[in-house]
């Protein structure tokens, strides 16, 4: 529905009016020209109404649409000014298709209206995200990453997932980074682009006095900003280094010792901090009315290396020991025990580089 | 009025990954007389909504309105019974019968060591910070009671 609308109130009219750059400029009688109101159980919406003759090939034609945007809104000022500037002066112009001389228009510009069109495409990103997002846990579900443990079933069927025993699976992971920050820089632009284009279409509104109350424009307005920092400091981190990080081992079980490599592509010398540490996490769900609360705890946080030396921080290698006396890996359908490897890397005046990746940690190996 | 009683062997209330859970079920006054399930089964207390799981089943069929059973369990190798801030992991047995509300649970701990695995919220450490409290965590485990 949304792409419909989107299509029918933007996309269409627009297409249209860069279409009607040819076409021939006419002069018109003004017939009528009346703001009409379409009455419904949200409110009243107006539409201009007018009927206008013109000549255009020896024929004659009676023409009706006053612009390519043709729908009815909230919005009258607009649609009062035109209708009183359209009596005015009887005696006007149009714009005539000359492939199709029948087709005509008053006004082959774009209204303020048509920016109402870009609203759905808020929801069509969302919509989209979402689908991807589905797709992509249906297709993670089919291909288990690690076998189960006889851990058993939750009461929903849910299976709880505890790393297993199948040691087929265990071998090093590499994870590369360096997509990542594009990819959170893509999603943001996107996001602040519409949110910001909405905002200023809703102040040009307010600005010809047909607009929504100011305090309501200076909240959205607020967020928006918000938004553009946050794309600011995503744009800066576009020119960080981006590492590739290898794990000896994935799953590892507690008691372990896990070597964890690191190679940075791009200056990794503009560090002047770089520190590599395990954290193990309490990450619990419930639910409060109709919203969904998580919680989280840092039950452990080591700092597994660090180095100031410029030298070390392009590449190398760490071991990290996995505590014996710690819970290991977790998830169940709202609660869940999450250990992470995390990459720390500090740029003086710059945002810092911070990579994480999840870490199974299985029971103690017997 | 349904009665049931699920001891282990000799009392036994902790047991390490992997070990044989001996035990007896007695009922009685089961009303009317069916089937009756064990259940070894885990599930969560804490902040969150609780999850659970049933780890293994034992179907005693016909059980009849009174009777016992000896049953045996082969603790399993995860989750581990835990204590924590948000969240503990716990576990037990219970009886569930065909008709009827099940028994209570008896409780038992399933980790290394016979214990369950405690962690508190941690601030930021070094490595050699965590090997120093396992040590002192080990030493008070081999300190002699009072």
């Not at chain 1, 305090?215 to 995503?234: D, K, Q, R």
């Not at chain 2, 089964?41 to 016909?62: C, L, N, Y």
Request: aromatic share 10%; with cysteine; proline share 7%.
């Amino acid at each position: 529905m949304g792409t419909a609308f989107l299509f029918m109130v933007f996309i269409r009219p627009a297409i249209q009016t860069m279409a009607a750059r040819d076409w021939v400029e006419v002069p018109c009688r003004i017939e009528s020209a009346d703001v009409k109101t379409h009455s419904g159980s949200d409110g009243s919406t107006y539409s201009i109404e007018v009927r206008y003759i013109y000549e255009y090939g020896g024929k004659v034609y009676t023409g009706d649409c006053y612009a390519f945007h043709s729908m009815s809104s909230s919005s009258r000022g607009w649609r009062d000014k035109a209708v009183a500037r359209l009596r005015s002066s009887p005696k006007s112009v149009c714009f005539v298709n000359p492939a199709d001389p029948a087709e005509a228009v008053l006004d082959r510009g774009l209204s303020s209206d048509i920016g109402f069109g870009l609203i759905p495409l808020v929801f069509i990103l969302v919509g989209i995200c979402c689908m991807v997002a589905g797709v992509r846990a249906l297709i993670a579900k089919k291909e288990p990453v690690v076998p189960l443990s006889p851990g058993g079933a939750t009461a929903s069927g849910q299976a709880a997932w505890v790393p297993g025993p199948d040691k087929a699976l265990h071998g090093p992971l590499t994870v590369d980074t360096g997509g990542r920050a594009l990819k959170r820089f893509i999603g943001l632009s996107m996001v602040t682009l519409i949110w910001n284009g909405f905002v200023a279409f809703m102040a040009v509104m307010l600005a010809r006095g047909d607009g929504p109350p100011w305090f309501f424009i200076g909240l959205f307005g607020l967020v928006g900003l918000g938004l553009f920092v946050a794309l600011v400091y995503s744009t800066l981190a576009l020119a960080n280094p981006s590492a590739r990080i290898t794990l000896s081992q994935n799953p590892v079980p507690l008691g372990t010792n896990l070597r964890v490599a690191w190679q940075f592509s791009g200056n990794a010398r503009r560090f002047d901090h770089l520190a590599i540490r395990l954290t193990c996490e309490e990450v619990t769900s419930y639910r409060r009315g109709t919203n969904t609360i998580t919680e989280r705890a840092t039950m452990l946080d080591v700092v597994a290396m660090e180095t100031r030396a410029a030298w070390e921080m392009g590449s190398g290698e760490a071991a990290v020991a996995i505590p014996a006396h710690a819970m290991h890996s977790f998830k169940a359908g709202n609660n869940a025990i999450e250990w992470k490897i995390v990459l720390h890397g500090s740029i003086p005046r710059w945002p810092d580089v911070r990579e994480e990746i999840v870490l199974q940690v299985a029971p103690l190996e017997r | 009025m349904n009665g049931f009683e699920i001891l282990t062997q000799d009392g036994k209330a902790a047991f390490e990954p992997g070990e044989t859970i001996h035990g007896l079920l007695r009922w009685e006054g089961i009303t009317p007389p069916g089937s009756i399930e064990l259940r070894l089964f885990w599930h969560t207390r804490g902040k969150g909504t609780e999850d659970s799981g049933v780890a293994e089943r034992v179907p005693i069929p016909g059980a009849g309105p009174a009777g016992e059973y000896r049953f045996r369990f082969c603790a399993p190798s995860a989750p581990y019974s835990y204590e924590g801030k948000l969240l503990s992991i716990l576990w037990g047995i219970e009886a569930v019968p065909e008709h009827g509300e099940p028994s209570e649970p008896l409780m038992i701990i399933i980790g290394p060591g016979w214990s369950k695995v405690r962690m508190r919220p941690g601030k930021e450490r070094s490595m050699s910070n965590l090997v120093d409290e396992i040590f002192e965590e080990e030493n008070r485990a081999d300190e002699p009671p009072g």
